[in-house]
C-alpha cells in the first residue's frame, strides 16, 4: 500500500509573549491508504498541532522549521509538498475537504450555525465533485443515509441547531465525507459524547474507513479506543513521537516506558477494583521541556546521567517498529 500522507521531521514553534515555544519538536510519521492511524498522547501533547500543520490551519505565529517536509499523494496520483503550498492557493483549498477531510469533537466547528446541514454538504460536494446541484443533493441524502441519519431527505434540510449531540456529528462525518477526500483526520470525534453514542459512531467510523477505503489519522487520549479503530499507533509525549508501530504489536509488547504506562491505565474487566495505576507526575508545560528526553522527569527506568542530558534517537528494535529511548539504544548508550 502507497503513503498517502508522509511527515518527517514537523517542528512547530509558536511566538508569544513569552517568547517561542516549540510544541512540536521532530515529528515523523506516514499514514498509507485504507488504513487509520491512532495519534494518541495526554492533552498538550501536541496532536492536534501537527494535523493543524498538515492542513496549513496554524495561526499565523506558527513558525515551522525550514526541515520539515509534509507530503501527500492526491486522487489523480500527483505528489503534493504541502509546506511550499501557497496559502492562497487554489491547491490549498483542494487540500482542506477534497483531498484530507477533517472532524473534530464538537461538530460546530465544522458546521456553519446559520446554513442548512444540506446546503453545506451541497457546496461541498459541487466544489469538489459534481457541479450539478440536483445530482450534489442526491449525493448529500445517500451520505446521511450511509451515516446512519434517519429519514436523510427531510434532515438535509434541518440546521445543525435542530439535531441531537449524536446525529450531529453523524451529520459531520458525512460532510467531511462528501466531498470524498482521501485521508480523514478525525479529532477527539466521540470524546464528547456518551459512552453508548461513542461506540456507535466509532464503529460508523471503522466501517466507512474500510469501505470507502480511506486512510485516517484518528486523534485521542484514549489508548482504549485506539485498540478498536487503528490499525497502526503514534504515541505522543511532549510534542515527540516516543513510540511508533502496528497497534497490536505496540500494545502486546510496548518499548516505551511512557507507553507501558498508558496501557498500565486502562481499566479491565478483570481489574475493575484494582486500583488505576497512571503514569506519576504530570505533563510538564512545552515552556520548560525538559532537556534530554522529555519524558525522564516521569520515566521509572532513567538512566542517571544520560536521559535528562540527551535526546534519544528514533531506532528501530524490531522490523515496522519505532522507539526513541535510551533502554532500547544499546549503540547509542556506549557511544554517548
Ligand atoms: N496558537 C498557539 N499559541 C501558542 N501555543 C499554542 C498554540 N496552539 C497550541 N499551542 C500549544 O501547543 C501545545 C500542544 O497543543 P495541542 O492542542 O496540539 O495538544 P493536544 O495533544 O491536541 O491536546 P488536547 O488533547 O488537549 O487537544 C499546547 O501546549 C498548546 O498550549
Redesign the pocket.
Known sequence: MGDLLTVENLTIS?R?DEGL?T??QDVSFSVQKGRTLGLV??????????T?AVMRL??G??VIAPDTRMHYTAKDGQRVEVEKLDPRSRAIRRLRGGEIGMIFQEPMASFSPVYTIGNQMIEAIRLHREPNKRQAREIAIAMLERVGLSDPATRIDQYPHEMSGGMRQRAMIALALSAGPALLIA??PTTALDVTIQAQVLDLMRELQRDLGMGMIF?T?DLGVIAQIAQDVAV?YL?TIVERGPTAEVIRDPKHPYTQGLLAAIPSLDRLNARMTPVPGDIP??TERPTGCPFHTRCVHAIAGLCSARTPREIAPEPGRAVRCWLHDEAGRSAA
Open positions: 509558536f508569544t515555544i510544541p512540536v498522547g495526554e492533552s498538550g501533547s501536541g496532536k492536534s498541532v501537527s493543524k496554524l495561526p505565529s506558527a479529532d477527539e486523534i487520549h505522543m510534542g508545560s512545552p
